[in-house]
């Protein structure tokens, strides 16, 4: 007996030898790609945690560089076109009211002079009279005219001036959308990556589960019926010498 079976062997021994082989293959593989899944999804986490911090830094940075310009340069802008606007306003008063009292220090002086030389009650003295009133108020109306061409030339400087610190404004604020989308960009790219990694690895670990599977089972099918086979030779061949 001792050799028949060494002969024959044990064919469900060899099958379960490698059957269980495979079996602790296939288990290690499994504990293996369910660590690597696990600390690569922890890295998309840590890379997931990393962009929101660096996304809060950078709005941060730019809101301060926005508020930044608005104190400095839009604030200055408002501030001095506001003071020249108030001088203005008060250089027109007071050369208003320097015509009013001009205008009627003439016309008193020519009441005067005309009741002097006796001609206030005739109809000269008076159109001499109305004459200096008229000229006084047509000083009042060019001072007013002065001022209106004046603030308007002040209007449309403030207007220009404040138009083009709002275009460097709208400049900050698009090199912030554009830096906040080359970051989720550069971020997004990065966890795509990492994701196509984790795929990549799960797939190449279940395929060489699979191809040790075959590789076992082609083994397990060799294996079977070897030692029957070569015994049933042995048997054939000495039944034809007898």
Known sequence: MGFLDDLFGDEKERRRA???AFAQYKQDMSQYLNQFESRMLGTIEDVRAAEEIDTAALSEDFANQ???FDALVMGALTEGFDAAQAKMDEGFSVEQEDIRIAAQDAELRAVAQSALTGVGATSF???QIQAVRTE???ELRRSEEKYRMANIELLLNRASTMGAAGSQ???IMGQQ????SDLRRAYTSSITGLSSSIAQGMLQGQSQIAQAGYQTGMGVAQNIGTGFNLGGALLGAGLSLA
């Open 18 to 20: 490698m059957e269980r």
């Open 66 to 68: 926005i508020a930044s």
């Open 125 to 127: 003295g008076q159109s």
């Open 136 to 138: 006084g108020q047509r």
């Open 169 to 171: 404004r709208e400049g």
């Open 177 to 180: 959308a554009g830096a906040m």
